[in-house]
């Protein structure tokens, strides 16, 4: 009965017992961390690949409705001397039904990775390229300084090759932007769109040996609405299927003679 009745009246845990719990619990925090965060960024890839798809489906519909179909033209009157990828919400909000703007975004492009970064502005105007503009009581415009708030932007890039109508002694006639599709040579293998910006991928490279290598990974939407995902040797040093020599911008439509 004394034994019975000390062994109730002891209550909550010993110091030593509380440590243990603290370091257990620790040990499992950082086991779950890094597998967590590998579960996030697995998401992160699937969702842009969703966006992707949503941006495929879209840029088909537009084409469709053409007599003599044509690719999606980035370039814009407004911005002469500028490939304006942020023209592409526009011309293909009305093919995303219900989806809106929303297949524009990615949920990876954070930071530096992202084309709304006001450093990244300024360094893509002085590509003369336009992912984001600046809404004002005048229509939307280019914000130079990359500091007032962005109105209008699309996370991807989207084919901007400028057609060569005049031919070449090397090549065969080129380039994809505002192209008829019936010109285009394979059009299957043409980049529809991709991860903006490509010379910075916002994809987790492959784990090889247990570690990561490479400069990362970029999903590319292709002309024949397959969707992969590329390490950033492949797409900017490695020709296509037919021989069209890199960046992937040349893919499907630049072959010799």
Request: proline share 7%.
């Amino acid at each position: 009965m004394t034994k019975t009745r000390q062994s109730c009246s002891r209550k909550g845990f010993t110091l030593i017992e509380l440590l243990v719990v603290i370091a257990i619990i620790a040990l499992l925090i950082s086991i779950l961390l890094p597998s967590l965060g590998s579960a996030r960024k697995t998401a992160w890839t699937v969702i842009c690949q969703s966006n992707l798809r949503q941006l495929g489906i879209a840029t088909q519909s537009y084409i469709d409705e053409m007599r003599d179909p044509a690719l999606p033209d980035t370039r814009d009157p407004a911005f002469p001397g500028f490939f304006v990828h942020a023209k592409m919400v526009d011309l293909l909000q009305p093919h995303l039904g219900e989806a809106g703007n929303s297949p524009f975004n990615c949920p990876a492009a954070k930071g530096l990775s992202s084309v709304r970064d006001p450093q990244n502005i300024r360094y893509l105007l002085q590509g003369s390229r336009i992912y984001s503009l600046t809404e004002t009581s005048s229509g939307f415009t280019i914000d130079p300084t990359g500091n007032l708030p962005v109105s209008k932007y699309t996370e991807y890039y989207f084919q901007d090759s400028l057609p060569n109508e005049t031919g070449s002694p090397t090549f065969y006639p080129f380039g994809t932007s505002g192209r008829k599709l019936r010109l285009v040579r394979h059009p299957d293998t043409v980049v529809w769109a991709m991860d903006a910006l490509d010379e910075f991928p916002r994809h987790q490279a492959r784990a090889q040996g247990g570690r990561t290598t490479g400069r990362g990974q970029s999903n590319v939407l292709f002309g024949d609405q397959s969707i992969v995902l590329r390490d950033y040797t492949d797409y900017q040093d490695r020709p296509d299927k037919y021989g069209a020599p890199a960046p992937f911008y040349n893919w499907g439509h630049l072959y010799y003679r």
